[in-house]
């Protein structure tokens, strides 16, 4: 009981101070900054969430960019449907926004976990690059599916029914408020004796199995959780565009969040914490070079797999920066 | 949970202070661009596709807005200064279009922005530059959406249902066709637009529309869909699409024994139409900004200049680009003042400017009004068949 | 009727060309169980060269003078684009998969995503991203046959095709370097201790499956009529599927799923509806992993402990 209380204090202490932070944020920052550091939550909700599949399962998924569009344009979608009908009940002002949008990201989430379920099922049965091909294949599924649906906008996108675009909903407070949560969650998960199952399957699926790990099914739960909360990340990024639009969920988005857990190590949250403001911030710092930015970002991308291909931090996690990375088993077999 | 809570702080702080880091530097270069932009120079901010797989609109583009500013700056400059323009990439995505309106505002200090060439990124920018109220002017969106995002956007370019209607117009009544199919890119929003209008013009006209194929932004084999077309009975085809895979089409419909005239838009305008299209593209037709032939000497003065400076004559990209850059430039010039709001009034009072692509007059929608042309394809050239009024 | 005929003629030459990219991922996973992802863009850069190498042989001239371009200057360029690309396979090899090879397997697989995605927008540089009209290396003739047209250079890619499929058969099944691939594609390590040396292998596959796909890229230009220089990013992936259809790790399969995607693609564009012939392949790809995952000309391996 006291354990609960305790934990509660710390949430909502945390939430406060993630609130009071938005002030300083929105007095202190210029637009521009604000907005990476935005784009840098969202990319660690995507990262968060990649990672449990890619890091703690071991499966490997580059097609995650097509949950987060489903995710943005259901967020969207949903959102702009129930905002007459609940402005109409709770007046108007930022709370009934509040309660819009986040009941919209729920959505959003909810689809995007319904069609991470969906693609998981059958694909699951696959290991390693034939896994990888297949969520890539869904990936373009996906946004091709958007790109001819004529009541989404199709290619212009889906701008809702205000000629200025969606509501602007995302903010400072928003956007970390929902970190803190997916964090918290997916730490908690992966710590739980059910992440141990998940590590299992990373190290040897055969011997995981035959230790009558359901493996099938924790995987696809993982991918289900993980495409959910690609979703809440699609949502946000949704509401703080004036659109949604097919092209933004290319293949290159389905790289650029492999880059993100690479970058701080495969298996660590904290690493796909790092690796999500990396992406972010490296993006812009590198816009002076024109035509050279991707050629370089590519290049940087083979040069960290060459030199260090375990990351920033390897699997382990901020706090355990003291121990040496564990051995991860080499993967074998198709 | 102690260990959470140390990766949570951890976390949020390592956010907090990179973000941290970079706004001071921000700031200081801010501070330092702003004090020698108000003493001799007019800061003119520039998105488009640089990189990505609509790199050559983007690029196209910046090379007439560059030229624009060059000229300009040749003339003496506006208001006693000089231009600058920054050209910042998005590689065409709108989460990208959004960040470098924003520190085109922020950390560059533009005084108005010039862009983007697809309508769905120019929304994504247009309401940064709404709400941050600096004008902003499109030189290629079409979608009527644009616009409507406030009063601080405008464009130079036709709209999607002008267009799509004077062709439909000029296919049912001059060429008196009745039985049209649609090849359209379903990758390109502005490809969408003029399908749709011209659809409707032409059916409300009493013609009809006997196939309707589609392809994407990129594509190279049509054969697939010439094929399809080949055996629906169609007079002509509607190809609303960019030179690049117009050029394409012509030559697989050729190839396939194909013998009827395409017919386009504005997309169309580039020499490369003609390289890649070769005798394929002859007799074909699209409407544009004005007829090479019967242009205005300004018209021919920009075509030589461009081809002089860049190796090849422009595209009707980088001729818009030109153009929103010189209705700026001119803008400027009246409002006597870098102010947004005045610019912006500057902007759309623009009435009879001669432009490149015609006399500009600002609509109450802040959209421009002006007369397209049709062009016939003969020879490798584009020949004036007619003008067709707004 | 006539329509149907043309559909299947359309795809059958697009499947060749399909194919001959699709050898190369093939006998690179074979080996060394990795998606060669920047397998597209050497195909890319193959196009490229054709189209330089066309254009120092002085092919300007004979096109403004409407005269054909030589048969043996064509050969040239078909030689220097598969020369050029074969060269760019063995460095991307040398590179970004050889210092990784003994890392775990997600680790290469980043750096061929890598690689593949440096090529991409260094060739954007280097070409400009304007899409090329690919020259006239074979002038066109048109062939009639109850109102289905087949021209030569449809013929010359399944000529083309068929004759380097065929040439690669016999260097498989009869040189030693051949049969050495086979050797590594069966047990890599146990080839090792054969004496093998699996560096010279290895580098030879990825000269040849470039050449191949570089022959490949000269193919589609003719074709397709304009190469870009994302050309390989599409092509590329239903190369990969085409592999995967077939079975990956087999020669004759690889051929078998290119002429089979070629043919889904054209038809879904000309029957279902144009607007999915991308998503057509995606779908193929997953429904034959889930339910024969080792291809229809595949051999089951059984997952060793």
């Not at chain 1, 926004?97 to 099922?121: C, K």
């Not at chain 2, 081809?307 to 990209?317: D, E, F, I, R, V």
């Not at chain 3, 998503?279 to 024969?292: D, E, Q, V």
Request: aromatic share 8%; charged share 15%; hydrophobic share 50%.
């Amino acid at each position: 009981m006291r354990r609960v209380l305790i934990r509660t204090a710390l949430g909502v202490a945390l939430l406060l101070a993630i609130y009071g932070l938005g002030f300083g944020v929105e007095a202190g920052l210029t637009e521009y900054v604000q907005r990476i550091v935005l784009l840098a939550g969202v990319n660690i909700i995507l990262a968060v969430g990649l990672n449990l599949i890619n890091g703690t399962t071991g499966q490997f998924s580059i097609g995650h960019a097509g949950f987060m569009a489903v995710g943005a344009y259901g967020a969207a979608f949903v959102g702009t449907t129930i905002a007459p009908g609940l402005h109409g009940l709770l007046g108007t002002g930022a709370v009934p926004d509040a309660v819009i949008f986040n009941l919209a990201l729920l959505a959003g989430a909810l689809l995007a976990g319904i069609s991470g379920l969906i693609v998981g099922m059958p694909s699951l049965r696959l290991r390693g690059d034939y896994l990888a091909v297949v969520t890539l294949g869904f990936g373009e599924i996906i946004r091709i599916l958007f790109n001819n649906a004529t009541f989404l906008g199709a290619a212009t996108g889906y701008f809702g029914d205000d000629p200025s675009g969606l509501p602007a909903y995302t903010n400072f407070f928003w956007v970390y408020a929902w970190v803190a949560t997916i964090v918290v969650l997916i730490h908690n998960l992966t710590f739980s004796q059910t992440g141990r199952s998940l590590i299992a399957i990373r190290e040897d699926e055969i011997a995981a199995e035959a230790m009558a790990t359901p493996t099938t099914r924790l995987k696809v739960t993982a991918f289900a959780i993980s495409a959910a909360t690609a979703g809440i990340a699609g949502g946000l990024f949704a509401h703080m565009q004036a659109g949604v639009r097919p092209e933004d969920f290319r293949f290159e988005k389905s790289i650029d969040m492999v880059v993100m857990i690479i970058v701080g190590g495969l298996g660590s949250i904290s690493g796909a914490v790092l690796g999500g403001i990396f992406v972010a911030v490296s993006l812009e710092v590198m816009r002076d070079l024109q035509q050279y930015r991707l050629v370089l970002y590519a290049l940087l991308l083979v040069v960290i797999m060459l030199v260090r291909p375990q990351g920033l931090l390897g699997n382990r996690e901020l706090y355990q920066l003291a121990r040496k990375p564990k051995p991860t088993a080499r993967v074998e077999g198709m | 949970m102690r260990i959470l809570r140390r990766t949570l702080i951890f976390g949020l702080g390592a956010a907090a202070l990179s973000t941290g880091v970079g706004c001071k530097k921000r700031t200081t270069d801010a501070a330092a661009a702003a004090e020698s932009a108000s003493a001799t120079e007019i800061v003119i901010g520039h998105y488009a596709s640089m990189t990505g797989s609509t790199a050559h609109f983007g690029q196209d583009t910046d090379r007439g807005v560059r030229m624009a500013l060059e000229e300009a700056n040749a003339k003496g400059g506006v208001l006693g200064k000089k231009l600058r323009l920054v050209t910042l990439d998005d590689r065409g995505d709108s989460a990208e279009a959004a960040n470098a309106v924003n520190r085109l505002i922020d950390v560059e200090k533009v005084s108005a922005v010039i862009g983007e060439v697809a309508s769905s990124l120019s929304l994504a920018g247009g309401r940064v530059a709404q709400r941050r109220q600096k004008p902003m002017i499109s030189p290629t969106s079409t979608n009527p959406k644009v616009t409507e995002v406030g009063d601080f956007i405008f464009r130079v370019c036709f709209i999607d249902p002008f267009q799509g209607k004077v062709m439909a117009t000029f296919a049912r009544q001059n060429l008196k066709l009745d039985k049209v199919a649609i090849l359209k890119d379903v990758k390109n929003d502005y490809s969408i637009g003029l399908s749709d209008a011209f659809r409707a013009s032409f059916t409300a006209m009493g013609g009809s529309i006997v196939a309707e194929q589609a392809y994407s932004q990129n594509d190279t084999d049509f054969s697939a869909q010439v094929t399809a077309i080949r055996g629906s009975g169609a007079q002509a085809i509607f190809v609303p699409g960019y030179y690049s895979e117009v050029g394409s089409i012509a030559r697989t419909a050729q190839r396939l024994g194909l013998k009827i005239p395409l017919l386009g838009g504005d997309g169309w305008d580039s020499p490369d139409l003609f390289k890649i299209g070769g005798d394929a593209i002859n007799g074909s037709y699209f409407s544009d900004h004005f007829a090479p032939d019967v242009a205005t000497d300004k018209a021919k003065q920009f075509v030589s200049n461009f081809t002089a400076k860049y190796g090849q004559p422009p595209t009707g990209l980088g001729a818009l680009g030109y153009e929103a850059a010189e209705v700026l430039v001119d803008a400027i010039g009246r409002a006597a003042s870098t102010d947004g709001k005045a610019i912006r009034d500057a902007i759309a009072q623009t009435n009879g400017f001669e432009g490149v692509t015609g006399k500009i007059t600002m609509d109450a929608q802040r959209n421009p009004l002006k007369s397209a042309v049709v062009l016939k394809v003969e020879g490798g050239k584009a020949k004036f068949e007619t003008s067709i009024a707004p | 009727m006539t329509q149907f005929l043309q559909q299947i003629i359309n795809g059958l030459s697009l499947g060749s060309i399909y194919a001959l990219i699709a050898l190369g991922y093939t006998m690179v996973y074979g080996i060394l169980k990795l998606i060669n992802f920047a397998h597209g863009e050497v195909f890319m850069v193959g196009a490229y060269t054709g189209y330089y190498a066309a254009g120092a042989l002085g092919i300007a001239a004979f096109e403004a003078r409407h005269q054909s371009f030589p048969l043996y200057l064509a050969v040239i360029v078909l030689i220097a684009a598969m020369a050029a690309a074969a060269l760019l396979g063995v460095l991307v090899e040398l590179f970004a998969y050889r210092p990784v090879r003994n890392a775990p397997r997600l680790t290469p697989l980043i750096t061929a995503i890598g690689m593949s995605l440096f090529l991409q927008n260094a060739a954007m540089l280097v070409f400009s991203p304007n899409p090329q009209r690919y020259p006239a290396i074979l002038s066109e003739v048109r062939f009639e046959f109850f109102g289905v047209i087949v021209t030569n250079i449809k013929l010359t890619i399944f000529v083309v095709a068929l004759t380097l499929m065929l040439g690669l058969h016999l260097f498989v099944q009869r040189t030693w370097t051949g049969r050495a691939m086979r050797a590594l594609s069966f047990n890599i390590d146990a080839a090792k201790l054969m004496g093998i040396d699996t560096n010279s292998v290895i580098r030879a596959t990825f000269a040849v499956g470039s050449a191949l796909a570089a022959a490949g890229g000269i193919l589609f230009g003719l074709d397709q009529i304009t190469i870009n220089p994302l050309m390989g990013v599409l092509t590329g992936l239903k190369a990969f599927v085409a592999a995967v259809l077939g079975g990956i790790g087999s020669i004759p399969g690889a051929v078998v799923g290119g002429l089979l995607i070629g043919l889904a693609e054209q038809l879904t564009a000309g029957y279902l509806s144009p607007e999915y012939r991308d998503a057509i392949t995606f779908l193929i790809l997953i429904l034959i992993l889930l339910l024969k995952p080792e291809g229809l000309l595949g051999v089951v391996r059984v997952e060793k402990v």
